[in-house]
């Protein structure tokens, strides 16, 4: 097995000894240097798999050698040793390229992670310019999202926080999900959350866990979903609609590492890397104070961009394949294919609901297609007017025209279950009149057997 070597850049001599003495006890071959000209040199004659460096340094300072680290030795993950507090020096140094921090007085366990993190980084290829991805993800061959490829392989290589911002259904997630896979926490979970979808009387509870009994209802301990992604990575999604009594508490969350469960009079470390995310606009909400300025700071170490899809289109074609073919395999159905006047539409369409709207728009065409092929028509774009946003959900009713007669029941009602539940008893019906028979029931019904695939796969039917 090779001896993985780590450099110790440090001007105390005492500093030096504590770090080298445990780098040792871990296994790792450490160098030391005193200075910035002798680490310089070390990292010239060293292949390193890792270098530990303090911010002030007698002929420079720390980020100094953060940034000549990524010229002459990018495969070398650096973390910087910072003064107690001063998280403005910690997060100016992963602006330069620091693989993470660690505050004085060190604490060895911290360290020690830190470590492990940094060392299971696979050393970056120079020839590697398809990405890494999972299947699925970041689809496409157009230079903005190999570009977008390439940043999310280096952003992976780094612990800095990570704000993601794009447009609704731009793939910010998937985005999030790609920077986890490819950096060292790939064997940790992944925990994505929407921050609009809590409760606010819930959001402590849910982020920070909570203690049996701490409050009425609280029947058991609770993890919370910074302890659920401990060793991970936890992705704050619409980041911006928390509020500002949770932005305090986050922020103090993400720069203690660590959090106090509700009824807990002690906090729990947590080691996770934050990535977040909303498709607003951050600074605005800043500047109208309804989104604190140093939280925004402090998630806003690296700002990541995702293209919308309308200044890509062409990956629309790969897309829609990938798309209907997934589609196809839900269904159990044959795969259908777009006909040269279908793509020709799509690839002039604006798509102001990106990726999710394509797939909304494939699904809904894919139910209404003949002979397998997906023509203009199907796809009920209209001129140059929006799709509708989603594929019609069940109960799906055609949209009265003037001088239909309605009946309204009196009273509040449930629209989209009461037609849900008609659409569940017709097709039942038929079902039943051609003893199961898929195909005889969708042409009694008057629609394709693809189409009732659908609405079964809807309806929970299957």
Not at 214 to 219: I, L
Not at 421 to 435: G, P, V
């Amino acid at each position: 097995m090779t001896t993985q070597t780590a450099l110790i850049v440090d001007d105390e001599p005492d500093i030096r000894d504590l770090l080298e003495i445990t780098l040792t006890r871990m296994g790792i071959t450490a160098l030391t240097a005193p200075d910035l000209s002798t680490a310089r040199k070390l990292l010239t004659d060293h292949a390193c798999q890792l270098c530990l460096t303090d911010m002030n340094l007698p002929d420079g300072n720390g980020i100094e050698l953060v940034q000549w680290i990524q010229e002459h030795a990018s495969a070398t993950p650096v973390a910087v040793i910072t003064a107690y507090g001063n998280m403005d020096t910690a997060i100016e140094s992963l602006k330069a390229g620091a693989f993470d921090f660690v505050s004085k007085p060190v604490e060895l366990p911290r360290l020690r992670e830190l470590v492990n993190s940094a060392l299971k980084l696979s050393p970056p290829k120079p020839d590697q310019d398809e990405a890494v991805d999972e299947p699925g993800l970041l689809l496409g061959d157009s230079p903005q999202i190999r570009k977008l490829r390439t940043q999310t392989r280096k952003l992976a290589r780094s612990q800095a926080p990570v704000f993601i911002s794009g447009e609704s259904g731009s793939g910010k997630e998937l985005v999030a999900r790609m920077i986890h896979l490819q950096g060292p926490r790939r064997d940790g979970p992944f925990i994505a959350v929407n921050c609009g979808a809590i409760p606010s009387e819930l959001m402590e509870s849910e982020f920070f866990g909570h203690k049996k009994g701490s409050f009425t209802g609280a029947v058991e301990n609770k993890e919370g979903l910074f302890r659920s992604a401990n060793g991970g990575t936890l992705f704050l999604d619409e980041v911006a609609d928390l509020p500002l009594a949770m932005q305090v508490k986050l922020l103090r969350a993400i720069q203690e590492k660590a959090v106090r469960p509700v009824g807990d009079t002690k906090e729990v470390p947590v080691d996770i890397r934050v990535l977040s995310a909303t498709h607003k606009n951050l600074p605005e909400l800043v500047q109208e104070g309804s989104f604190r300025q140093d939280l925004f700071y402090r998630i806003n170490v690296i700002e990541l961009g995702v293209p919308p899809l309308r200044e890509r289109c062409d990956d629309v074609e790969l897309l829609s394949g990938h798309i209907l073919e997934r589609i196809a395999r839900e269904y159990e159905c044959p795969a259908a294919e777009l006909t040269p006047a279908a793509l020709k539409q799509l690839k002039a369409y604006d798509f102001p609901g990106n990726v999710r709207e394509l797939e909304n728009i494939l699904e809904r065409a894919y139910t209404l297609c003949d002979a397998d092929r997906i023509d203009a028509d199907d796809l009920h774009l209209g001129n140059g007017m929006r799709a509708p946003d989603a594929a019609p959900g069940p109960g799906a009713q055609a949209l009265p025209q003037e001088g239909d007669r309605i009946a309204v029941p009196e009273g509040e009602i449930d629209l989209e279950g009461y037609l849900e539940s008609i659409e569940r008893q017709t097709i039942e019906k038929a079902l039943e009149a051609t003893r199961w028979n898929k195909t005889a029931a969708a042409k009694r019904l008057g629609i394709s057997f693809r189409a009732l695939r659908y609405r079964l796969k809807k309806l929970g039917m299957e």
